[in-house]
C-alpha cells in the first residue's frame, strides 16, 4: 500500500452520557462565568506559559468539558497565574479562578 | 475619723469586681509570658538588645499616645477619637487619681485593689478633709469624663456616621455580652456614688446634685447596697470576659507596641506574634470603611476584622482567606498598626497547590544581554504603548539599554505570591534570578509596580531595581532627558504594589510636575484607592472589578483633570476597560507627549484621543 505519509485518526469516541463530569459541574458551580467561555482562544494566544511550553487555558476547558479531568488538572500546573488570559478573554471569564479551582480539585480528586 | 488607724474596710459587694480583677491579672501576666517564651531565639534576643535603649522610653510614649490618647483614630475623626479617649485615658485617670486619692487620705498606705474603686462606699464625708472638694470634684470630672464617652458609644450603636463610620462591626455574642458589661460600669458607678451622695449629702457637682434628685424621687435607703453590688458586679463580669473578647486588646496592645519597637515583625509563617497581633485587634471596624469590597462591591462580611477574629478563635473560612485584593488599605487605616497583609499571606500559604515539578519545562531560555536592562512583565507586554514610550524616552536620553524579555519572559512570581503559592513562585524566582544575573546588566528597569514588588522583596539581586518613574526622573535629573511644561492638568493614580507596597510616592509625582501641573486626587497616595484589578482576589467577578475600577476613576477625575496618570500597566489595563470617557495614560507616555525634541515625538495619540498639549509660552 502506498505511504502517502498519514494514517487514519484513531477513534476518540466521547460518551457525554458516560463522562464524569464532575469537574465540570463544581466549577460551573463555584465559577458560572465558566459557562461564558466562546473557546476563542485569547487566553492561549496571550499566555506567558504557553511561550516555554505546550499549554493551552482554552484546551483545558475542553478537557474539562468532556469530562477528561486527569487531563485538565495535568494541564492546568504549568499555569504561573499571572493573569494576563483574564485580561485578554473578550468574555470575562475568571480565567485566574477556574486554573484554582483545578488545582484544588487535584487534592479532591 | 482617724484613718490612718483604721482596719481595711470590707464588704461582700467587693467580691465579683476584686475576683474579675485577679482572674484577668494572672490570665494576661500568663499569656503575656507564654507569647514571650514562644516567640523564638532571634526575637528574644532582640528584646534583650533592645530592652535598655532609648526604644523603651519610645514605646511608653507610644503606648500613651497610642493606648490612651488614640492619636491615630483622632486622624481618623474627631469624635470617634473622643470617645475612645475619653474611656481610656478617662478611665486610667480615674483608676491612678483613685489610688492617690485614697493613699492620701489614708496617708500613704497600702491599699486593696477594691478599696480605691468603692471608696465613696466606705468613705463618706470626703469634703470635710483636706482637699477633700479638690478631690471629689476631680473623681466627678474624670467620671463625667468618661460618661460622655460612654454617651458617644451609645450613640454610635445608632448612628455611626457622625463619628465617621459608614460601617461598623458586627460583634459575636460574648463580644456583646462584654459590651453590655463595660456600657453598664460608669453609669452604674454613677447611680452608686449618686445614691450615697443623696443619702450622705456627699459628692461634688455631678454626684451631689444626682444624688438630692435620687433622695427626693427613689427609695434611696434600699438601693444604696443594691447600687454597689451591681457596679461592682458589672467590674466583675467585664474583666471575666476580657481575655475571651475583643477587650483583650487592651493589655495586647501594650505588649506589641513594646515588641514592635524592639524589632519584632510578622515572620514567613505565623508566630506567636501573630497571636500578640490578633489579639490586638479591638474590632473597632475602621478596616471596614476603608475595603473598597465593603464600599463598592456591598461585600461587607470579609473584612479584615473578621478574617483577624476568625484567626484568633479558630480558622477562618476560604471565603475570608481569598477575599481581598491585598491593596493594603486596611494595614494603612488600622488604629493599631497591625501587619494584616503579612498574615493574611502567611494563611493563604497553608493551600498549596503546583508541586516542584511544575515549571521544569522552563530551560534553556535566556534573556538578552544588557547593561541597561528594561523588563516589562507580563502585563507590560499586554499594554505595548507603555514600554514603547518607555524606550523611545530611553533612546533619546542615550541609554545603552537592552529589553531583554521583548520575546516574552516567565512571569516574576508574584501573582502567585499573592495566591499564597510561595513554593511555586519561588520557583519561578530562581529561575528568573538566574536569567537577570546571566544578561550582565548593571541596572534593572521594569514598568510593572508588581514585578518590582518582588524584584524588590524576594530576588535579592545585586544590581539596583527601578521602577521606569524612577529611572526616568533620575535620567531627567541628569539632563538627559528634558520635558515641556505645559498647563495640562493631571491627576496621579498611585497604584497599590508601587505606593503601600513600595512607598514609592514622590518620584512619579515629581516626573510628572516636569511635563504639567499634577492635581491631587482626594484619595491620594497612602490612601489611594485601589483599580480593582488585582492579582491578589480570585473570588471576584471581572464586571465587580468594572465597577471598583469606575469608583475609582471617578474619585480620580473628580477634581476635573485633564488625564489620569499612572504607573502599573494592569491598573492602566483595568481603568481602559472600565470607561471610555476618562482619559487614561501611563507617566510615560505622558512624559512621552511633553518631550521638547519634536523629532522624536511620535505625535502620540493617548488612548485614541489626541491630547491637546498648548505649550505654556
Known sequence: MVNFGYTILPVHILDLDKADLNLAKAITFDEPSFKLCIACGSCSATCTAGTFTKFSFRQMCHHIKRGESTQAIDESEKCMLCGKCTLACPRNVNTRNIIRLVRKAKQTL | MDLHAMHFPYHPFVLPFTIGLVFVFFYVIGKWIYWISRLGKDDRIKIFKNIFTLKTPQAVYEVFMECLIHRKVFKKNALLGYMHMSLALGWFLLIVLGNLETRYFTHGRINPPYFPIFFEFFEHDLISLNYGRFWTFTMDLLLLFILTGVGLAYFKRFKSKPLGMQKTTKHVPIDRLALTALWLIFPLRLFAEGVTAGLYDAGSFLTNPIGNLFASTLPIHY?????????????????????FTRYMHIPTEILLIFLRK????????????????????????????????????????TQSTYFI?????????????????V?????????????????????????????????KYINGYRYKSAKVAYFTGCMGHLTPSVYKATLALFDKAGVDYNFIDKDGSICCGRPLQLSGQEDAAKQLIEKNIKLIENCGATILVTSCPICAKIFNDNYNLKIPIYHHSQYLLKLAKEKKLTFNKTDIKITYHDPCELGRGLGVYDEPRELLKLAGNLIESSNSRENSLCCGGSLGITNISQEQRHTIASITLDELSANKADIVATACPLCKKTFKSASENIMIADISEIMLDSISDKSIKHNLKIENKEVIVKSSK
Not at chain 2, 477574629?309 to 485584593?325: A, T
Request: charged fraction near 25%; include cysteine; glycine fraction near 6%.
Open chain 2, 327 to 359: 491593596c493594603k488599605r486596611c494595614d494603612q487605616v488600622c488604629p493599631v498598626g497591625i501587619d494584616i497583609a503579612s498574615i493574611r499571606a502567611n494563611e493563604r500559604k497553608e493551600l498549596h497547590l503546583f508541586d516542584e515539578n511544575s515549571y
Open chain 2, 309 to 325: 477574629k476568625s484567626l484568633r478563635y479558630d480558622k477562618p473560612s476560604d471565603l475570608l482567606i481569598d477575599s481581598c485584593m
Open chain 2, 223 to 243: 438601693l444604696y447596697y443594691p447600687s454597689w453590688w451591681a457596679y461592682s458586679f458589672a467590674l466583675g463580669t467585664f474583666f471575666v470576659l476580657l481575655p
Open chain 2, 262 to 301: 524592639y524589632g519584632i515583625a510578622e515572620k514567613d509563617i505565623h508566630s506567636t506574634y501573630t497571636k500578640v497581633e490578633l489579639s490586638s485587634c479591638s474590632r473597632c471596624g475602621i478596616c471596614i470603611d476603608a475595603c473598597q469590597l465593603g464600599s463598592d462591591l456591598g461585600i461587607v462580611s
